[in-house]
């Protein structure tokens, strides 16, 4: 009868999500501890070294992360997060015994800024230093068990333009990410597009930031820099001139090397000053480690 199928679905179906449950909630007791690394994205060498971190903290440890990474652990009775809408770290967790912090290149707008801060003012080393997933562990005073270059590629839309200017988003199947930043000509002055406040260890590194115009013109087009601390801190800047294009919309990338000495939390990578002589596309920016450097303490 109808009702009787109806009941068989309901069956199925409660099925299904206990099945689901018990698979994939961090809550489970036969939940894969590393089920949702395995998930988190397409990367496979960042998925690949996420894993080896997360297993080189033991179950019973305490473990300090970010919103982003929380489910990797999330299973683990001392786990904690940084809640990004606490401008400090909560007294229970700089009161606790943390034993590890485990953030990510790409972590800032999670805590993952807060999270990296306290473990390098308290005592911690770092573990792991591979293809921007970072390990710290308390007390350790080691070279790095595992490290690996970052590679990331960083479409538009993780960058952030200033509300009101005159930046215009459109999509674009093209590029990563699936959209371009766009300043048109004839509007001169202020910030194209800054971010995405990066966390990097020190390092060789470059940035390469692909930009196209949609017109002829002669002279300055705008300026591209990478810089920490909220810009007080300029690492390279290069100017681009509209003789850098060999017509319009054609892609053209422009490379930015430059050197962290230091952990730095707060990168950004900028596009400023364009001089409205073109309308100006920005797609992407692809971040390579060219050289890991020694992490000291």
């Known amino acids: 009868s109808r009702i009787n199928s109806k009941r068989r679905l309901a069956v199925i179906m409660f099925g299904v999500s206990v099945f689901i449950f018990l698979i994939g909630s961090p809550f489970s007791p036969f939940a894969n501890p590393n089920f949702y690394v395995f998930i988190s994205g397409l990367r496979s060498s960042y998925v690949h ?84 997933v970072y390990l710290f562990e308390r007390g350790y005073s080691g070279a790095p068990l595992l490290t690996a270059p970052l590679h990331m590629i960083l479409p538009a839309s993780s960058f952030f333009f200033v509300q009101g200017s005159p930046v215009r988003v459109f999509p674009y199947s093209g590029v990563p990410g699936g959209v371009v930043y766009y300043w048109p000509s004839n509007v001169s002055g202020g910030v194209f597009w800054f971010g995405p406040y990066l966390i ?61 000495t230091s952990p730095a939390l707060t990168i950004e990578i900028r596009g400023l000053n364009p001089t409205g002589v073109s309308g100006v596309y920005f797609g992407y920016v692809v971040l390579n480690e060219t050289k890991v450097f020694p992490y000291d303490t």
């Open 200 to 260: 990097l260890m020190p390092g060789s590194y470059v940035a390469t930031v692909y930009l196209m115009i949609d017109r002829p013109c002669n002279g300055t087009l705008l300026t591209l820099d990478v810089s920490n601390n909220a810009g007080a801190q300029v690492l390279v800047s290069r100017t681009v001139y509209c003789s850098d294009f060999p017509k319009p919309f054609v892609w053209v990338a422009f490379k930015l090397p430059f050197n962290v």
């Open 49 to 132: 070294f996420l894993n080896i971190a997360v297993s080189l903290v033991p179950n019973d440890a305490s473990v300090l992360t970010v919103n982003n990474l929380f489910p990797h652990v999330a299973n683990r009775l001392n786990a904690y997060v940084v809640p990004y809408s606490l401008g400090r770290l909560p007294g229970y967790i700089v009161n606790s015994n943390i034993r590890y912090v485990l953030v990510n290149a790409y972590s800032y707008i999670w805590g993952g800024q807060l999270a990296a801060s306290y473990a390098l003012s308290h005592g911690f080393g770092l573990v792991v230093d591979a293809d921007g």
